[in-house]
């Protein structure tokens, strides 16, 4: 939902350079990675605008091995152009994520936190501003909201999810 909502939203899908704004051919999220162990890297779906919810599960689970094993390339950890960072299994239920490099927009993902979850968002002011970034969150807050509806009556439990990741 965000790689799509970006098409709307280009400010979120661009940088500051040399005193201009430069926008993202493609749209390329960084998921964040730390173990503990081979320190925190943001690794790359790329174009993830044109895929499939499966194949960006599938490219998650590939980039968290290789991250595991340390062979993740340069590409894959220098092509990001928004990056997501999820803090949701650990119970943070609140932390305000830094912007890196080359990007405008860092999304985090918080913990449960009486039934729900909140979603933090850090952006560079120089490119865009809380209104444009508000209505990107209530646009996601909508859309996130709409997966969770079965028949449009019975929302799903977070609690009866077996996949943290994707929330089976």
């Known amino acids: 939902e965000v ?9 979120m899908n661009s940088f500051f350079y040399s005193n201009k704004r430069m926008i993202h051919k493609n749209i390329n999220i960084g998921i964040a990675y730390d173990n503990g162990i081979n320190g925190l890297k943001v690794a790359s779906i ?41 803090l949701f299994a650990s119970g943070v239920c609140n932390f305000h994520p830094l912007v890196n490099i080359n990007n405008s927009v860092i999304l985090g993902i918080c913990g449960l ?24 969150l209530n646009d996601l807050k909508y859309r996130l909201e709409a997966r969770f509806l079965i028949d449009n009556k019975r929302e799903v439990s977070l609690n009866n999810t077996s996949c943290i990741k994707c929330l089976r």
């Open 113 to 136: 936190n009486n039934g729900g979850f909140n979603i933090e968002v850090s952006f560079d002011h120089r490119i865009s501003n809380g209104l444009e970034v508000s209505k990107f």
């Open 3 to 11: 790689s799509r909502l970006l098409l709307k939203y280009p400010n």
């Open 46 to 86: 790329n174009n993830t605008d044109s895929k499939d919810l499966n194949s960006i599960e599938e490219d998650i689970s590939e980039l968290s091995i290789k991250y595991n094993e340390n062979k993740l390339s340069l590409e894959e950890i220098s092509s990001a152009s928004f990056t997501i960072t999820d």
